[in-house]
């Protein structure tokens, strides 16, 4: 796969069609967010009174970001899936780099919620020998 003298890469792309269905998981998915945004906060000051595993707790925080992260590469992801001409190579760049951080962000959230590491993605409370003040 070259690009060609404009720059296009000849790349074979199905459209991506989303179903209602789909629309509707993603809808749901955003409103998830959402919610869990808004206790956010407390999960970081380590403000809230249910009893969460320690595992759990140390990666909500980092969990809720990938989420978002996930749904802002939406619309990225869409909109090179869904271009039927060929894709320019930039974009082909901007996907790649957008998939990538996900996936980086991923990694992290699962190295937190296993080790409690990075320590800077663990809520403060829960730094240092991982047991509430």
């Known amino acids: 796969?070259?690009?060609?003298?404009?720059?296009?890469?000849?790349?074979?792309?199905?459209?991506?069609?989303?179903?209602?269905s789909q629309w509707v998981a993603v809808a749901a998915f955003v409103v998830l967010a959402i919610l869990a945004s808004g206790q956010i906060g407390p999960i970081w000051r380590g403000e809230l009174r249910r009893q969460w595993p320690e595992?759990?707790?140390?990666?909500?925080?980092?969990?809720?970001?990938?989420?978002?992260?996930?749904?802002?590469?939406?619309?990225?992801?869409?909109?090179?899936?869904?271009?039927?001409?060929?894709?320019?190579?930039?974009?082909?760049?901007?996907?790649?780099?957008?998939?990538?951080i996900v996936a980086g962000a991923m990694v992290v959230a699962a190295a937190v919620a296993l080790t409690g590491h990075p320590r800077r993605a663990v809520p403060p409370y829960l730094r240092d020998d991982h047991t509430r003040r």
């Open 55 to 100: 595992w759990l707790a140390r990666s909500l925080p980092a969990c809720i970001a990938v989420a978002w992260l996930m749904i802002l590469a939406l619309p990225i992801e869409l909109f090179v899936m869904s271009r039927p001409e060929p894709v320019s190579a930039w974009l082909v760049l901007l996907l790649g780099a957008v998939l990538l």
């Open 1 to 20: 796969m070259s690009p060609d003298r404009n720059g296009q890469i000849s790349l074979v792309v199905v459209p991506a069609l989303v179903s209602p």
